[in-house]
């Protein structure tokens, strides 16, 4: 069964730091391509970052670009999205994608909430 659990959610101040993780099994995750999509209340799915199978490419979205960092651990089948200067227009549900061939698979979500 595939699964993908996000955590490292909850709630942080603006300027604050949270650091995601999504650990992935039932699939070979080494040879996904992952990604992290995030969802505020009220609006569509927004791409947020992306990471290829090698982990020698990376994208962000301009509005996180400089801000957040995607990274993964093959050996603990997790990738991370490390956000810091949080704003909060960050505020939402974030997914992680992953991505094989023609396969894909999504996580449940982790909320993230940005208040003072």
């Known amino acids: 069964e595939v699964q993908l659990v996000e955590s490292g959610g909850g709630l942080v101040q603006p300027g604050g730091s949270l650091r995601l993780s999504c650990v992935a099994s039932?699939?070979?995750?080494?040879?996904?391509?992952m990604t992290w999509v995030r969802q505020a209340p009220g609006k569509g799915l927004e791409w947020v970052a992306s990471?290829?199978?090698?982990?020698?490419?990376?994208a962000y979205a301009d509005s996180v670009k400089g801000r957040f960092t995607i990274s993964r651990d093959d050996a603990k089948n997790t990738v991370y999205l490390q956000m810091n200067s949080l704003k909060l227009e960050d505020a939402a549900v974030y997914y992680c994608?992953?991505?094989?061939?023609?396969?894909?698979?999504w996580g449940q979500g982790t909320q993230v909430t940005v208040s003072s």
């Open positions: 039932g699939f070979t995750f080494s040879g996904a391509a």
């Open positions: 994608y992953a991505n094989q061939g023609a396969a894909g698979y």
């Open positions: 990471i290829n199978a090698e982990g020698n490419y990376l």
